[in-house]
Structures are given as C-alpha cells and as structure tokens.
C-alpha cells in the first residue's frame, strides 16, 4: 500500500519550521485584524465613557489570546523542528 502511494504521489520532505512559523504568523495576523475590527465601532456606542471603557475592557480580554499567539510565533522561531516526511 505504501508503494503504492509512494509511486502515485511521490515523496518530499517539508520544512516543518516554515510550515508552522507560517501558520502561526498568519494566525498572528487574523487575531490581531479581529481583535482590532470592532474598536472604532464600540466608541460610536451611545453610552457613557465609563460603560464604554468596560465593554472595551472585556475586549482587552481578548488580548491576552493575542499575546499566546504571538508567544508562540516567538517559540517557533526559537526551536529546531527539523523535517517531516510529506
């Protein structure tokens, strides 16, 4: 079965530092959009400024996710994770 395979697709190795500095880049890069969307729509709420800074305050909750991520782009780029067969 596995010859088969083999034959059929061929075989290759990829970089697994690449891959997932690149996932986790792209990743890095969605959460911060999403995070930040919603912010100049959440100051045109009509209610006061103290009501206005704790619902953005919830959203700095949301920062703490932002923070994992880019934690985790930094670990990437510091470690060997050598190749994978593709």
């Known amino acids: 079965m ?3 395979l083999e034959l059929e697709y061929g075989t290759s190795c990829i970089q697994v530092y690449r891959f997932y500095s690149s996932v986790a880049i792209s990743d ?7 995070y930040f969307l919603p912010i ?4 045109q709420l009509h ?3 103290r009501e206005k800074l704790a619902v953005i305050g919830i959203f700095l ?3 703490i996710w932002v923070r994992r991520t880019f ?3 930094v670990a990437a780029s510091n470690s060997h994770l050598g190749y994978l067969l593709h």
């Open 2 to 4: 596995w010859n088969k």
């Open 61 to 63: 909750l949301g920062s």
């Open 28 to 34: 890095l890069g969605l959460d911060v959009l999403i």
């Open 47 to 49: 209610l006061p400024i």
């Open 71 to 73: 934690l985790l782009v």
């Open 40 to 43: 100049p729509h959440l100051w």
